[in-house]
């Protein structure tokens, strides 16, 4: 199996900046697009930041696109998610996911997930 397992999670005064962490490690898996998906409390899980092999451009929502910047580094199967500008609304559970497909629909298609890493934006 794949396992992903993020790391950065913290608390964060609005404005500050963050930069999430996933490893990928495992058994061999087309990594085709990874990314961040997102739940804060009360809510539902929501795509935040994916990112397709080979150096494609990044997927955001508009509620982080221009504060948050995915990366990959595909040699160490690594997803980063830098975090700028942090604000309350962003505090949520990170998960990493994995899919060997592109697109995700919505979360279907996704292979695997993290465990989560908790962001906390507040004072």
């Known amino acids: 199996q794949v396992q992903l397992v993020e790391t950065g999670g913290g608390l964060v005064e609005p404005g500050g900046s963050l930069r999430l962490s996933c490893a990928a490690s495992?058994?061999?898996?087309?990594?085709?697009?990874m990314g961040w998906f997102r739940q804060a409390p009360g809510n539902e899980r929501e795509f935040v930041a994916g990112?397709?092999?080979?150096?494609?451009?990044?997927d955001y929502s508009d509620s982080v696109k221009g504060r948050f910047t995915i990366s990959r580094d595909e040699a160490e199967k690594m997803v980063y998610l830098q975090m700028n500008n942090l604000k309350p609304e962003d505090t949520a559970v990170y998960y990493c996911f994995a899919a060997d497909r592109y697109p995700i629909n919505a979360g279907r298609g996704v292979d695997f997930w993290g465990e989560g890493t908790l962001v906390t934006v507040s004072l």
């Open positions: 495992g058994r061999t898996f087309n990594f085709v697009y």
């Open positions: 990112k397709l092999e080979g150096g494609y451009s990044g």
